[in-house]
Protein backbone atom coordinates (compact mmCIF):
# COMPACT_ATOMS: atom_id res chain seq x y z
CA UNK A 1 0.00 0.00 0.00
CA UNK A 2 2.62 2.24 0.13
CA UNK A 3 3.39 4.91 -2.28
CA UNK A 4 6.22 7.20 -2.99
CA UNK A 5 6.13 10.57 -1.63
CA UNK A 6 7.71 13.28 -3.18
CA UNK A 7 9.23 16.36 -1.61
CA UNK A 8 10.07 19.98 -2.64
CA UNK A 9 13.20 19.82 -4.46
CA UNK A 10 15.59 22.74 -3.88
CA UNK A 11 16.50 26.24 -5.93
CA UNK A 12 19.62 25.93 -7.73
CA UNK A 13 19.82 29.54 -6.79
CA UNK A 14 18.73 32.67 -4.29
CA UNK A 15 15.20 33.48 -4.16
CA UNK A 16 16.14 36.91 -5.60
CA UNK A 17 18.75 35.68 -7.51
CA UNK A 18 16.36 36.23 -10.98
CA UNK A 19 15.95 40.00 -10.15
CA UNK A 20 15.19 42.50 -11.57
CA UNK A 21 13.65 39.93 -14.34
CA UNK A 22 11.93 38.11 -11.68
CA UNK A 23 10.90 39.36 -8.14
CA UNK A 24 12.66 37.87 -4.91
CA UNK A 25 8.42 37.57 -4.20
CA UNK A 26 7.57 36.04 -6.91
CA UNK A 27 10.06 33.44 -6.50
CA UNK A 28 9.15 32.41 -3.11
CA UNK A 29 5.58 32.06 -3.75
CA UNK A 30 6.11 30.37 -6.54
CA UNK A 31 7.81 27.91 -5.37
CA UNK A 32 7.64 27.54 -1.61
CA UNK A 33 3.78 27.90 -1.71
CA UNK A 34 2.66 26.97 -5.44
CA UNK A 35 5.09 24.08 -6.21
CA UNK A 36 4.93 22.69 -2.88
CA UNK A 37 0.73 22.48 -2.65
CA UNK A 38 1.16 20.90 -6.48
CA UNK A 39 3.46 18.02 -3.90
CA UNK A 40 1.22 17.89 -1.53
CA UNK A 41 -1.56 17.55 -3.34
CA UNK A 42 -0.07 14.66 -5.52
CA UNK A 43 1.60 12.87 -2.71
CA UNK A 44 -2.25 12.71 -1.41
CA UNK A 45 -3.30 11.79 -4.68
CA UNK A 46 -0.88 8.79 -4.68
CA UNK A 47 -1.39 7.72 -1.35
CA UNK A 48 -5.40 7.36 -1.99
CA UNK A 49 -4.25 5.44 -5.52
CA UNK A 50 -2.51 3.12 -3.97
CA UNK A 51 -5.09 2.01 -1.25
CA UNK A 52 -7.44 1.86 -4.32
CA UNK A 53 -4.51 -0.41 -6.33
CA UNK A 54 -4.57 -2.31 -3.21
CA UNK A 55 -7.96 -2.98 -3.11
CA UNK A 56 -8.63 -3.04 -6.79
CA UNK A 57 -11.05 -0.35 -6.95
CA UNK A 58 -10.72 0.20 -10.34
CA UNK A 59 -13.12 3.03 -10.74
CA UNK A 60 -11.59 5.52 -7.88
CA UNK A 61 -8.08 4.32 -9.31
CA UNK A 62 -10.10 6.26 -13.00
CA UNK A 63 -11.22 8.73 -11.10
CA UNK A 64 -7.84 9.88 -9.28
CA UNK A 65 -6.11 10.44 -12.90
CA UNK A 66 -7.43 13.51 -13.45
CA UNK A 67 -5.78 14.87 -9.76
CA UNK A 68 -2.72 12.67 -10.40
CA UNK A 69 -2.36 14.22 -13.98
CA UNK A 70 -2.86 17.79 -13.00
CA UNK A 71 -0.76 17.63 -9.85
CA UNK A 72 2.43 15.66 -10.88
CA UNK A 73 2.28 17.88 -13.90
CA UNK A 74 2.75 20.90 -11.32
CA UNK A 75 5.69 19.36 -9.72
CA UNK A 76 7.50 18.24 -12.94
CA UNK A 77 7.07 21.26 -14.84
CA UNK A 78 7.82 23.33 -12.14
CA UNK A 79 11.16 21.23 -10.96
CA UNK A 80 12.38 21.49 -14.79
CA UNK A 81 11.43 25.21 -14.87
CA UNK A 82 13.60 25.76 -11.69
CA UNK A 83 16.57 23.95 -13.29
CA UNK A 84 16.22 25.89 -16.43
CA UNK A 85 16.58 29.35 -15.10
CA UNK A 86 19.52 30.91 -14.25
CA UNK A 87 21.13 34.49 -13.07
CA UNK A 88 20.89 36.85 -15.89
CA UNK A 89 24.41 37.75 -15.36
CA UNK A 90 25.54 34.04 -15.50
CA UNK A 91 27.73 32.22 -18.03
CA UNK A 92 24.86 30.01 -18.17
CA UNK A 93 22.57 32.57 -19.21
CA UNK A 94 24.17 33.16 -22.98
CA UNK A 95 23.17 31.30 -25.56
CA UNK A 96 27.14 30.60 -26.35
CA UNK A 97 26.55 28.02 -23.28
CA UNK A 98 24.66 25.92 -25.97
CA UNK A 99 26.53 25.63 -29.08
CA UNK A 100 24.92 22.38 -30.46
CA UNK A 101 21.27 23.40 -29.54
CA UNK A 102 21.75 26.68 -31.26
CA UNK A 103 22.57 25.30 -34.31
CA UNK A 104 19.81 23.02 -34.53
CA UNK A 105 17.63 26.36 -33.65
CA UNK A 106 19.76 28.44 -36.33
CA UNK A 107 19.05 25.54 -38.74
CA UNK A 108 15.48 25.40 -38.38
CA UNK A 109 14.27 28.87 -38.02
CA UNK A 110 17.01 30.66 -39.38
CA UNK A 111 18.45 32.90 -36.08
CA UNK A 112 17.97 33.37 -32.23
CA UNK A 113 15.96 36.05 -33.05
CA UNK A 114 13.25 34.57 -35.33
CA UNK A 115 13.22 31.56 -32.57
CA UNK A 116 12.44 34.27 -29.96
CA UNK A 117 9.97 35.85 -32.25
CA UNK A 118 8.30 32.67 -32.75
CA UNK A 119 8.40 31.22 -29.06
CA UNK A 120 7.08 34.80 -28.07
CA UNK A 121 3.93 34.34 -30.78
CA UNK A 122 3.33 31.03 -29.56
CA UNK A 123 3.48 31.99 -25.55
CA UNK A 124 1.01 34.74 -25.70
CA UNK A 125 -1.32 32.94 -27.79
CA UNK A 126 -1.97 30.57 -24.82
CA UNK A 127 -5.41 31.13 -23.15
CA UNK A 128 -6.04 30.50 -19.60
CA UNK A 129 -3.02 28.89 -18.03
CA UNK A 130 -0.15 27.31 -19.40
CA UNK A 131 3.03 26.49 -20.59
CA UNK A 132 5.29 27.03 -23.63
CA UNK A 133 8.45 24.40 -24.55
CA UNK A 134 10.86 23.81 -26.74
CA UNK A 135 10.89 20.09 -27.49
CA UNK A 136 13.03 17.43 -28.44
CA UNK A 137 11.10 14.97 -30.18
CA UNK A 138 12.99 11.60 -30.80
CA UNK A 139 11.47 9.26 -33.89
CA UNK A 140 13.45 6.43 -34.36
CA UNK A 141 16.71 7.81 -35.54
CA UNK A 142 15.60 11.41 -36.40
CA UNK A 143 14.81 13.76 -34.09
CA UNK A 144 13.71 17.25 -34.46
CA UNK A 145 13.10 20.57 -31.98
CA UNK A 146 9.56 21.97 -32.35
CA UNK A 147 7.51 24.59 -30.11
CA UNK A 148 4.86 23.37 -28.16
CA UNK A 149 1.76 24.74 -25.69
CA UNK A 150 0.64 22.56 -23.12
CA UNK A 151 -2.68 23.37 -21.11
CA UNK A 152 -2.92 24.16 -16.88
CA UNK A 153 -0.45 21.82 -15.74
CA UNK A 154 -0.05 19.18 -18.91
CA UNK A 155 3.43 17.77 -18.64
CA UNK A 156 5.78 17.33 -21.80
CA UNK A 157 6.11 13.50 -21.86
CA UNK A 158 4.80 11.94 -24.90
CA UNK A 159 6.79 9.37 -26.49
CA UNK A 160 10.09 10.48 -27.68
CA UNK A 161 9.69 13.77 -25.82
CA UNK A 162 12.64 15.67 -23.97
CA UNK A 163 11.44 19.08 -22.51
CA UNK A 164 14.58 21.42 -23.53
CA UNK A 165 13.95 24.37 -21.69
CA UNK A 166 9.69 25.36 -20.46
CA UNK A 167 8.28 29.03 -19.54
CA UNK A 168 5.57 29.43 -17.01
CA UNK A 169 2.60 31.03 -18.29
CA UNK A 170 0.14 30.94 -15.46
CA UNK A 171 -0.70 34.58 -14.32
CA UNK A 172 0.90 33.55 -10.70
CA UNK A 173 4.43 33.51 -12.77
CA UNK A 174 4.52 36.99 -13.24
CA UNK A 175 1.07 38.96 -12.08
CA UNK A 176 2.90 40.83 -8.71
CA UNK A 177 5.65 42.16 -11.21
CA UNK A 178 4.06 42.73 -14.41
CA UNK A 179 0.24 42.48 -14.04
CA UNK A 180 -1.16 42.38 -16.88
CA UNK A 181 2.01 42.84 -18.91
CA UNK A 182 2.26 39.96 -20.62
CA UNK A 183 4.74 40.70 -22.82
CA UNK A 184 7.27 42.37 -20.92
CA UNK A 185 7.26 38.96 -18.79
CA UNK A 186 8.25 36.83 -21.76
CA UNK A 187 10.87 39.38 -22.43
CA UNK A 188 12.45 39.37 -19.40
CA UNK A 189 12.28 36.07 -18.87
CA UNK A 190 14.11 35.16 -21.92
CA UNK A 191 17.36 37.16 -20.12
CA UNK A 192 17.46 34.44 -17.68
CA UNK A 193 17.15 31.23 -19.47
CA UNK A 194 19.77 28.61 -18.67
CA UNK A 195 21.50 27.47 -21.61
CA UNK A 196 23.72 25.39 -20.29
CA UNK A 197 20.22 23.48 -18.70
CA UNK A 198 19.05 23.34 -22.37
CA UNK A 199 21.98 22.12 -24.12
CA UNK A 200 22.60 19.54 -21.42
CA UNK A 201 18.73 18.12 -22.04
CA UNK A 202 19.20 18.26 -26.01
CA UNK A 203 22.32 16.43 -26.13
CA UNK A 204 20.76 13.79 -23.13
CA UNK A 205 18.32 11.24 -23.24
CA UNK A 206 14.84 11.28 -21.51
CA UNK A 207 15.86 10.29 -18.43
CA UNK A 208 18.66 12.43 -17.79
CA UNK A 209 16.46 15.31 -18.58
CA UNK A 210 13.52 13.75 -15.82
CA UNK A 211 16.51 12.81 -12.74
CA UNK A 212 15.68 15.83 -10.72
CA UNK A 213 12.36 14.07 -9.96
CA UNK A 214 14.09 10.70 -9.39
CA UNK A 215 16.13 13.12 -6.67
CA UNK A 216 13.09 14.68 -5.27
CA UNK A 217 11.78 11.29 -3.67
CA UNK B 1 -27.95 39.03 -24.80
CA UNK B 2 -27.58 41.79 -22.29
CA UNK B 3 -27.89 45.54 -23.38
CA UNK B 4 -24.47 46.99 -22.63
CA UNK B 5 -22.87 44.15 -24.35
CA UNK B 6 -23.35 45.54 -27.87
CA UNK B 7 -23.75 49.01 -28.94
CA UNK B 8 -23.42 50.63 -32.61
CA UNK B 9 -20.49 51.84 -34.32
CA UNK B 10 -22.56 54.53 -35.74
CA UNK B 11 -23.58 55.79 -31.96
CA UNK B 12 -19.65 55.25 -30.52
CA UNK B 13 -18.11 57.62 -33.04
CA UNK B 14 -20.48 60.26 -32.98
CA UNK B 15 -19.77 59.84 -28.81
CA UNK B 16 -16.39 59.45 -29.38
CA UNK B 17 -15.85 62.90 -31.40
CA UNK B 18 -18.46 64.54 -28.29
CA UNK B 19 -17.82 63.18 -24.82
CA UNK B 20 -15.45 60.07 -24.80
CA UNK B 21 -16.34 60.10 -20.91
CA UNK B 22 -19.73 59.94 -21.47
CA UNK B 23 -19.89 57.46 -23.73
CA UNK B 24 -20.00 54.08 -22.00
CA UNK B 25 -23.57 55.62 -20.26
CA UNK B 26 -24.93 56.91 -23.64
CA UNK B 27 -25.34 54.15 -26.21
CA UNK B 28 -28.30 51.96 -26.36
CA UNK B 29 -30.03 54.84 -28.39
CA UNK B 30 -29.03 54.12 -31.73
CA UNK B 31 -31.06 53.82 -34.45
CA UNK B 32 -28.84 53.60 -37.63
CA UNK B 33 -27.14 49.94 -37.38
CA UNK B 34 -24.24 49.56 -39.34
CA UNK B 35 -22.57 47.04 -37.60
CA UNK B 36 -22.46 45.96 -33.58
CA UNK B 37 -19.42 46.58 -31.84
CA UNK B 38 -18.81 45.38 -28.26
CA UNK B 39 -17.61 48.30 -25.99
CA UNK B 40 -16.45 48.34 -22.14
CA UNK B 41 -19.25 48.79 -19.58
CA UNK B 42 -19.23 50.76 -17.26
CA UNK B 43 -18.98 49.74 -13.19
CA UNK B 44 -22.20 50.16 -11.01
CA UNK B 45 -20.04 51.26 -8.41
CA UNK B 46 -16.34 52.91 -7.27
CA UNK B 47 -13.14 50.49 -7.55
CA UNK B 48 -13.05 50.59 -3.98
CA UNK B 49 -16.58 49.48 -2.90
CA UNK B 50 -16.15 46.35 -2.88
CA UNK B 51 -13.30 46.10 -0.50
CA UNK B 52 -12.04 44.43 1.81
CA UNK B 53 -13.43 41.58 -0.28
CA UNK B 54 -11.76 42.99 -3.41
CA UNK B 55 -8.99 45.78 -3.34
CA UNK B 56 -9.24 48.32 -5.57
CA UNK B 57 -6.38 47.56 -7.26
CA UNK B 58 -7.34 44.63 -8.18
CA UNK B 59 -11.10 46.08 -9.17
CA UNK B 60 -8.97 49.00 -11.52
CA UNK B 61 -6.55 46.67 -13.36
CA UNK B 62 -9.41 43.80 -14.03
CA UNK B 63 -11.64 46.50 -15.18
CA UNK B 64 -10.03 48.77 -17.00
CA UNK B 65 -7.30 46.39 -18.72
CA UNK B 66 -7.88 42.98 -18.72
CA UNK B 67 -11.92 43.71 -19.58
CA UNK B 68 -10.95 45.91 -21.75
CA UNK B 69 -8.45 43.98 -23.97
CA UNK B 70 -10.70 41.28 -24.30
CA UNK B 71 -13.57 43.66 -25.50
CA UNK B 72 -10.95 45.52 -28.41
CA UNK B 73 -9.52 41.80 -28.97
CA UNK B 74 -13.16 40.40 -29.76
CA UNK B 75 -14.05 43.64 -31.96
CA UNK B 76 -10.07 42.82 -33.80
CA UNK B 77 -11.51 39.31 -34.40
CA UNK B 78 -15.16 39.87 -35.26
CA UNK B 79 -13.74 42.46 -37.95
CA UNK B 80 -11.31 39.70 -39.40
CA UNK B 81 -14.02 37.22 -39.16
CA UNK B 82 -16.82 39.47 -41.29
CA UNK B 83 -13.44 40.03 -43.42
CA UNK B 84 -13.00 36.15 -44.08
CA UNK B 85 -16.97 35.46 -44.63
CA UNK B 86 -17.04 38.60 -47.28
CA UNK B 87 -14.37 36.51 -49.14
CA UNK B 88 -15.73 32.82 -47.99
CA UNK B 89 -12.90 31.77 -46.69
CA UNK B 90 -14.12 29.09 -44.44
CA UNK B 91 -10.50 28.24 -42.88
CA UNK B 92 -10.33 31.35 -41.60
CA UNK B 93 -13.28 31.66 -40.46
CA UNK B 94 -12.72 27.89 -38.49
CA UNK B 95 -9.06 29.52 -37.86
CA UNK B 96 -10.67 32.61 -36.05
CA UNK B 97 -13.41 30.64 -33.81
CA UNK B 98 -11.21 29.65 -30.66
CA UNK B 99 -10.40 33.11 -30.84
CA UNK B 100 -14.19 34.91 -30.23
CA UNK B 101 -15.30 31.75 -28.25
CA UNK B 102 -12.05 33.27 -26.08
CA UNK B 103 -12.55 37.20 -26.24
CA UNK B 104 -16.05 37.24 -26.49
CA UNK B 105 -16.18 34.81 -23.69
CA UNK B 106 -13.82 37.25 -21.40
CA UNK B 107 -16.41 40.05 -22.18
CA UNK B 108 -19.45 39.01 -21.35
CA UNK B 109 -18.32 37.30 -18.38
CA UNK B 110 -16.94 39.86 -17.07
CA UNK B 111 -20.15 41.90 -17.94
CA UNK B 112 -22.31 39.39 -16.11
CA UNK B 113 -19.59 39.19 -12.96
CA UNK B 114 -19.66 42.92 -12.39
CA UNK B 115 -23.22 42.77 -12.35
CA UNK B 116 -23.24 40.15 -9.83
CA UNK B 117 -21.06 42.04 -7.31
CA UNK B 118 -22.17 44.67 -5.22
CA UNK B 119 -21.23 46.54 -2.50
CA UNK B 120 -22.11 46.09 0.84
CA UNK B 121 -23.44 49.46 0.90
CA UNK B 122 -25.67 48.40 -1.95
CA UNK B 123 -27.04 45.17 -0.82
CA UNK B 124 -23.75 42.92 -1.58
CA UNK B 125 -24.11 40.18 0.76
CA UNK B 126 -27.73 39.82 0.99
CA UNK B 127 -29.22 36.54 0.81
CA UNK B 128 -31.29 35.58 -2.35
CA UNK B 129 -35.10 36.05 -1.70
CA UNK B 130 -38.38 34.65 -3.65
CA UNK B 131 -37.81 31.88 -6.60
CA UNK B 132 -33.95 31.95 -6.08
CA UNK B 133 -34.02 31.62 -2.58
CA UNK B 134 -36.41 28.60 -3.16
CA UNK B 135 -34.43 27.23 -6.31
CA UNK B 136 -31.04 26.67 -4.30
CA UNK B 137 -33.15 25.09 -1.17
CA UNK B 138 -33.88 23.28 -3.04
CA UNK B 139 -31.31 21.87 -5.19
CA UNK B 140 -28.87 22.24 -2.13
CA UNK B 141 -30.74 22.28 1.03
CA UNK B 142 -29.85 25.93 2.29
CA UNK B 143 -27.19 28.45 1.09
CA UNK B 144 -24.86 27.84 3.43
CA UNK B 145 -24.77 24.30 1.60
CA UNK B 146 -25.07 25.64 -1.51
CA UNK B 147 -21.92 27.84 -0.91
CA UNK B 148 -19.52 25.04 0.55
CA UNK B 149 -20.31 23.19 -2.74
CA UNK B 150 -19.40 26.53 -5.50
CA UNK B 151 -16.48 26.91 -2.92
CA UNK B 152 -15.37 23.73 -3.85
CA UNK B 153 -16.23 23.56 -7.36
CA UNK B 154 -13.99 27.05 -7.42
CA UNK B 155 -11.07 25.55 -5.88
CA UNK B 156 -11.36 22.36 -7.99
CA UNK B 157 -10.74 24.24 -11.14
CA UNK B 158 -7.43 23.66 -12.42
CA UNK B 159 -5.85 26.30 -14.49
CA UNK B 160 -8.10 29.57 -15.52
CA UNK B 161 -11.32 29.47 -15.37
CA UNK B 162 -15.05 30.47 -13.41
CA UNK B 163 -17.67 28.96 -11.69
CA UNK B 164 -21.61 29.48 -12.19
CA UNK B 165 -24.49 29.11 -11.07
CA UNK B 166 -26.46 28.16 -13.67
CA UNK B 167 -30.28 27.20 -15.18
CA UNK B 168 -31.18 23.95 -16.84
CA UNK B 169 -33.46 25.76 -19.32
CA UNK B 170 -34.52 22.42 -20.14
CA UNK B 171 -35.49 21.42 -16.71
CA UNK B 172 -35.51 25.20 -14.89
CA UNK B 173 -33.40 23.50 -11.98
CA UNK B 174 -29.98 25.37 -11.26
CA UNK B 175 -26.49 23.70 -10.60
CA UNK B 176 -23.24 25.02 -10.06
CA UNK B 177 -20.71 24.56 -13.11
CA UNK B 178 -17.45 25.26 -13.94
CA UNK B 179 -16.24 26.27 -17.10
CA UNK B 180 -12.44 26.24 -18.70
CA UNK B 181 -10.53 29.85 -19.58
CA UNK B 182 -13.17 32.00 -20.70
CA UNK B 183 -16.15 29.79 -21.76
CA UNK B 184 -18.64 31.50 -21.36
CA UNK B 185 -22.30 29.95 -20.32
CA UNK B 186 -24.11 29.74 -23.27
CA UNK B 187 -26.54 27.02 -25.02
CA UNK B 188 -29.04 25.16 -22.61
CA UNK B 189 -27.76 26.52 -19.45
CA UNK B 190 -28.29 30.48 -18.37
CA UNK B 191 -25.77 31.91 -16.15
CA UNK B 192 -27.48 33.29 -12.80
CA UNK B 193 -23.89 34.14 -10.60
CA UNK B 194 -19.91 33.68 -11.59
CA UNK B 195 -17.22 34.17 -9.58
CA UNK B 196 -14.20 34.50 -11.38
CA UNK B 197 -11.19 31.84 -10.43
CA UNK B 198 -8.37 33.27 -12.68
CA UNK B 199 -5.41 33.88 -10.69
CA UNK B 200 -5.21 38.13 -11.95
CA UNK B 201 -8.92 38.07 -10.37
CA UNK B 202 -7.24 37.58 -7.03
CA UNK B 203 -3.71 37.65 -6.44
CA UNK B 204 -2.75 40.92 -6.16
CA UNK B 205 -4.71 40.91 -2.59
CA UNK B 206 -4.49 36.52 -2.07
CA UNK B 207 -1.35 35.36 -3.55
CA UNK B 208 -1.77 31.40 -3.18
CA UNK B 209 -4.57 31.60 -0.72
CA UNK B 210 -7.52 31.68 -2.98
CA UNK B 211 -9.96 29.90 -0.51
CA UNK B 212 -9.60 33.05 1.31
CA UNK B 213 -10.78 35.31 -1.66
CA UNK B 214 -13.48 32.61 -2.38
CA UNK B 215 -14.67 32.89 1.38
CA UNK B 216 -14.85 36.64 0.88
CA UNK B 217 -16.65 37.25 -2.45
CA UNK B 218 -19.77 36.38 -0.89
CA UNK B 219 -20.00 39.52 1.20
CA UNK B 220 -20.17 41.37 -2.00
CA UNK B 221 -22.60 38.94 -4.30
CA UNK B 222 -25.65 40.58 -5.63
CA UNK B 223 -27.93 38.71 -5.39
CA UNK B 224 -30.98 40.97 -6.27
CA UNK B 225 -29.25 40.94 -10.06
CA UNK B 226 -28.51 37.22 -9.81
CA UNK B 227 -32.36 36.57 -9.06
CA UNK B 228 -33.54 38.39 -12.17
CA UNK B 229 -31.73 36.37 -14.68
CA UNK B 230 -33.65 33.60 -13.28
CA UNK B 231 -36.62 32.76 -15.25
Known sequence: MSAPSYTLPPLPYAYDALEPHISKQIMELHHGK???????????????????????????????????????????????????????????????AAPELIKQINAIWGDEQAFYDAFKTTLLGIQGSGWGWLVKVETGKEQRLTIVTTKDQDPVVGKGEVPIFGIDMWEHAYYLQYLNGKPAYVENIWKVINWKTAEERFLGTRADAFKVLRASI | MNSTLLRTTAVRSALRAAAPSSAARAGIAGTTFVRGKATLPDLAYDYGALEPAISGKIMELHHKNHHNTYVTS???????????????????QIALQPLINFHGGGHINHTLFWENLAPTSQGGGEPPTGALAGAINDSYGSLDAFKEKFNAALAGIQGSGWAWLVQDTQTGKVGIKTYANQDPVVGQFRPILGVDAWEHAYYLQYQNRKAEYFKAIWDVINWKAAEKRLK
Open chain 1, 34 to 96: HHQTYITNLNAALKTQAEAVHTSDITSQVGLQAAIKFNAGGHINHSLFWQNLAPASSAEAKTS
Open chain 2, 74 to 92: FNNFSEQIAEAKQKNDIAA
